[in-house]
Nanobody, 124 residues
Framework: QVQLAESGGGLVQDGDSLRLSCVASGLTFSSFAVGWFRQAPGKEREFVAGISRDGREKYYSDSVRGRFAISRENAENSVYLLMNSLKPDDTAVYYC?????????????????WGQGIQVTVSS
């Protein structure tokens, strides 16, 4: 059974930093690209960042580029999202997702497995 478990969320203030973690089990982790998505109340789920199987390719949404950094450690079946200079607009439930395709996708429907999500709240 494939499982993705996010951790590291919480309540922070405008300008603070957080690091989200996603630990995978039940799959050959190095064979999957991983993406982080988020969904704010009343809004659609949106792509935040993605990383290729080997970690060499990374892609970010315009709204987080320069502030967020995605990384992975295949030996630990883990992906991380370092979020700096957080803003109230970053408030959302954050999800990690795994994609078995060989290319990096930014659309949610391309991803095969999803975590349960974790809340990130940025207060002004």
């Amino acid at each position: 059974q494939v499982q993705l478990a996010e951790s590291g969320g919480g309540l922070v203030q405008d300008g603070d930093s957080l690091r989200l973690s996603c630990v995978a089990s039940g799959l050959t982790f190095s064979s999957f690209a991983v993406g982080w998505f988020r969904q704010a109340p009343g809004k659609e789920r949106e792509f935040v960042a993605g990383i290729s199987r080997d970690g060499r390719e990374k892609y970010y949404s315009d709204s987080v580029r320069g502030r967020f950094a995605i990384s992975r450690e295949n030996a630990e079946n883990s992906v991380y999202l370092l979020m700096n200079s957080l803003k109230p607009d970053d408030t959302a439930v954050y999800y990690c997702a795994a994609d078995s395709a060989s290319v990096l996708h930014i659309t949610a429907r391309a991803y095969d497995y999803w975590g349960q999500g974790i809340q990130v709240t940025v207060s002004s």
